[in-house]
């Protein structure tokens, strides 16, 4: 490699990158990559959070260090602030504070309260020159997931839709399967995998009865979503009676048919990480209250949901405000009826529409991708 000294943001682009190799096994910690580069301007030393529990990424890029006097006056690059609390491993503030290097560069401080700034102290108390800021807005979008649950408590939340051309989104007969091609289906797999959860409205269980596994693309199977207010869907649905029956999750308001039949029912105080299997939540106008779901599936760890909804639960949450971000496919096919994507969301009037802000539209194959933050 030529030993040219480059920008902070060149170095900061491949922590970026190397971050991003941990989606989908690292919530709901960040994604944090990191770079160490040697006085001369080399990469001496890479690597990033690779699973929930496991070794920081900074840990990772010292100990790939193959020459350590190469860290003389280094530089270190990370996504974002490093660590400054005892948690599942030691700080990593502290770490590099005990290092030769002489700077130490950081896209974005860490919101965490047990962080934020203490990790910049601890540097700036060692003798280090700190920089931060450095393509900020990249991992922010990065992280997004985890910047949200972190100063929210409540998983960040994608509906994602797929209808027709003329806004349908299943049949009269109510099946709703193979609206959009292929390459549209390979990228919903490919979210599935990294979101921590993927959820659905008792309708589309019953009628595809979907696996909400990854199939099409490699990757990880999210945990599984299903509300079920009267806790009454078939117990041969591939969601209770596959492989992966235990990464199911069921919300519902019927608490005393739950007790009853399912075990174990989580009650909140018991917190293990994803132990429970049922959510029990209040009523709200007959349904299952779905803020109070979503706050309580933030409580126990689940930082990002993919909602794979149909009409009645798409117009639910939107009409709650429940959503962050949509993804919808629109397919170039015509249906003339059936269920409409969404239906009455509260509003009467047009200068009451919701506009969506940050919009990208993406081809996918035939279909048209609209993706946006409300
Ligand atoms: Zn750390």
């Not at 030393?45 to 990772?60: I, K, P």
């Not at 408590?153 to 292929?182: E, H, R, V």
């Not at 209250?289 to 930082?303: N, Q, Y």
Request: charged share 20%.
């Amino acid at each position: 490699m030529a030993n040219s000294v480059k920008s902070d943001e060149y170095y900061m682009q491949r922590a970026l990158q190397l971050a991003e190799k941990g989606r989908g096994y690292v919530a709901p910690n960040p994604l944090v990559g990191c770079v160490i580069v040697n006085q001369e301007g080399v990469i001496v030393g890479e690597g990033f959070h690779e699973r929930y529990g496991e070794a920081h990424a900074e840990v990772n890029a010292v100990n790939s260090v193959e020459d350590s006097s190469e860290l003389l006056n280094a530089t270190v690059y990370i996504t974002l602030e490093p660590c400054a609390h005892q948690g599942k491993t030691p700080p990593c503030a502290n770490m590099l504070a005990g290092l030769p290097v002489k700077r130490v560069v950081y896209a974005l401080g860490d919101p965490n309260p047990k962080v934020n700034g203490k990790g910049e102290q601890i540097l700036r108390d060692a003798g280090k020159i700190v920089s931060k800021g450095v393509l900020e807005n990249e991992a922010k979008l990065q992280n997004e997931f985890f910047l949200y649950h972190i100063t929210t408590g409540k998983p960040f939340i994608t509906l994602k839709i797929a209808q027709t051309l003329d806004g349908y989104t299943a049949a009269l007969d109510g099946t709703s399967q193979w609206i959009t091609g292929k390459p549209a289906r390979e990228m919903v797999h490919l979210w599935r995998s990294q979101y921590d959860a993927v959820m659905i409205g008792r309708n589309t269980a019953l009628e595809d009865n979907p696996k909400l596994t990854v199939r099409h693309v490699e990757g990880r199977n999210p945990l599984r979503i299903v509300i079920d207010g009267q806790f009454s869907l078939p117990r041969n649905l591939h969601l209770f009676s596959d492989q992966h029956e235990e990464k199911t999750i069921v919300i519902t308001h019927n608490t005393s048919k739950a007790r009853e039949e399912s075990d174990p029912v989580l009650s909140l105080l018991d917190q293990d990480y994803f132990r429970g299997r049922t959510v029990l939540v209040g009523k709200r106008e007959s349904h299952s209250d779905l803020r109070e779901a979503i706050i309580k599936l933030g409580k126990m760890g689940i930082s990002s949901v993919l909602v794979e909804a149909g009409n009645n639960l798409a117009t639910a949450l939107l009409s709650q405000n429940l959503v962050d971000k949509l993804h919808i496919f629109t397919a170039p096919k015509l249906l003339g009826s059936g269920t409409r994507s969404v239906s009455h969301i509260g509003i009467e009037r047009i200068n009451e529409m919701i506009s969506l802000h940050k919009v990208e539209w993406n081809q996918v194959g035939d279909d048209m991708l609209c993706t946006a933050y409300l």
